[in-house]
């Protein structure tokens, strides 16, 4: 199946439109093992020309070359792209399976300085605060945000991996325009809290991780089939006896995806987008792909509804899945929940 382009939707009450799907850019830099430099490049542009407009990065991506590398990008097309990027994760080189979360305000200014001059442009059209620190009043971290808004380098506002309770105290700071936090069939922790709080106010969700990290479009079935500098090596869902485990969870969508003629990944993109009805948000998610033709069939993705019946079949799954989504869930909105 093909989509021409794709249809656009809000985000936030007073936000920009943008593609019903955007693009994580995260893996044509790090932590997903080698990567064609210019095959990415090139999906950059045909995810442009495929409507996609909301273009996903963070000054941890690379140590800061994830936002150089599409920063050429974003400026040639700068009247048709809506550019995400977030600070709050210090890494080292020397270290890099270190992170500090750092949400004092010396370092948020600091941190859009830095995002904006690798990335060559005056504003940042939604800056996040990627984790939240929580010895760090949100009336701090949000304020200092909101001042950035004021002085012109950000135009909106997102939070990442939060509690509904702290979005709602955030967006009583500032508005908030949108939420990123993973959200698949496989992982459904924000329906909790957080994709209700943000259907209250009006906040846009930016799932990330649509496809669990790659593992829903059955391309690989355990981390051991991954290189050796693949982060998801250290993820408790795809190692052992959980890797195993989840699997054979796999089965259902591949039911479907077998009936309908198309792929596990645009069964589990499928979901995700109809979480919008179900909910009552607007919801992007943000699948990352670093091939062209991987992106030809996220975007298409955006046009296949799923049945009440097939829906139904998916719905016990994430109750089902082995392992937690990181090896530390402390940096992450469950553990504060």
Not at 80 to 96: H, I, M, N, S
Request: contains cysteine.
């Amino acid at each position: 199946m093909t989509v021409s382009v794709l249809p656009t939707v809000q985000l936030g009450t007073d936000g920009p439109f943008v593609g019903v799907q955007g693009l994580g850019c995260m893996g044509m830099s790090d932590f997903y093992g080698p990567t064609d430099r210019p095959e990415a490049l090139a999906t950059l542009d045909a995810a442009l020309e495929a409507g996609v407009t909301l273009f996903d990065t963070a000054d941890a991506y690379g140590f800061g070359r994830n936002e150089e590398l599409i920063g050429p990008f974003v400026r040639a097309n700068r009247d048709r792209v809506v550019l995400a990027t977030k600070f709050a994760l210090e890494r080292t080189e020397d270290d890099p399976g270190r992170r500090s979360i750092r949400n004092d305000p010396a370092y948020i200014r600091a941190a859009v300085d830095a995002s904006l001059r690798r990335l060559g442009v005056d504003e940042i059209d939604l800056y996040y605060m990627h984790r939240r620190d929580p010895a760090v009043p949100l009336a701090d971290s949000v304020g200092t945000m909101a001042e950035l808004v004021r002085a012109g380098k950000v135009r909106r506002l997102g939070l990442s991996e939060v509690t509904g309770a702290e979005l709602r105290e955030a967006y009583a700071i500032h508005p908030i325009a949108a939420l990123q936090s993973e959200w698949s069939v496989f992982a459904r922790d924000v329906e909790r809290t957080a994709v209700p709080a943000a259907a209250e106010l009006g906040v846009a969700f930016v799932p990330y991780s649509p496809l669990g990290r790659g593992f829903l479009t059955g391309a690989f079935q355990a981390a051991e089939q991954l290189a050796a500098d693949d982060v998801r090596r250290t993820q408790p869902r795809f190692t052992g006896a959980n890797a195993a485990v989840n699997a054979e969870l796999l089965a259902p969508l591949r039911e479907i995806a077998t009936a309908r003629g198309v792929t596990l990944a645009q069964v589990a993109l499928a979901w995700v987008h109809q979480r919008a009805e179900v909910h009552g948000l607007t919801v992007v998610p943000i699948p990352g792909t670093r091939k062209r033709s991987r992106l030809a069939e996220n975007t298409a993705a955006a046009a296949l509804r799923l049945t009440a019946e097939e829906l139904a079949r998916l719905e016990p799954v994430a109750g089902e899945v082995a392992g937690d989504r990181y090896p530390d869930m402390r940096l992450t909105q469950v553990g504060r929940e």
